[in-house]
Nanobody, 115 residues
Framework: VQLVESGGGLVQPGGSLRLSCAAS????????MNWYRQTPGSKRELVAG????????DYADSVKGRFTISRDNANNVVYLQMNNLKPEDTAVYYC?????????WGQGTQVTVSS
């Protein structure tokens, strides 16, 4: 099983990034998918989630209206489009898959928002 994030990097405040998470080794279309983030010394925070068919999405209040989660079940990829980035969005972003008691995590990708 693998979840491989990409697309992180350094961006100025107000900029945009698109994170991708490529999944393999499990039935991607059966899993709800989430993006979490974590800063040093803090708990991992749920940023966005999407159901198996993409019919429902949920967002943390801090990112509503700025971030969009989507998925491509044909290619086993989940995305996080991040717009109007703020310095407080700086964190390691993790891809997460969950179905019943089964869950998987990616290794994380660093997003740094700074001028």
């Amino acid at each position: 099983v693998q979840l491989v994030e990409s697309g992180g990097g350094l961006v100025q405040p107000g900029g945009s990034l698109r994170l991708s998470c490529a999944a393999s080794g499990f039935t991607f279309s059966a899993y709800d998918m989430n993006w979490y983030r974590q800063t040093p010394g803090s708990k991992r925070e749920l940023v966005a989630g999407i159901t198996v068919d993409g019919g429902r999405t949920d967002y943390a209040d801090s990112v509503k209206g700025r971030f969009t989660i989507s998925r491509d079940n044909a290619n086993n990829v989940v995305y996080l489009q991040m717009n109007n980035l703020k310095p407080e969005d700086t964190a390691v972003y993790y891809c997460h898959a969950r179905w019943l008691a089964s869950e998987y995590w990616g290794q994380g990708t660093q997003v740094t928002v700074s001028s």
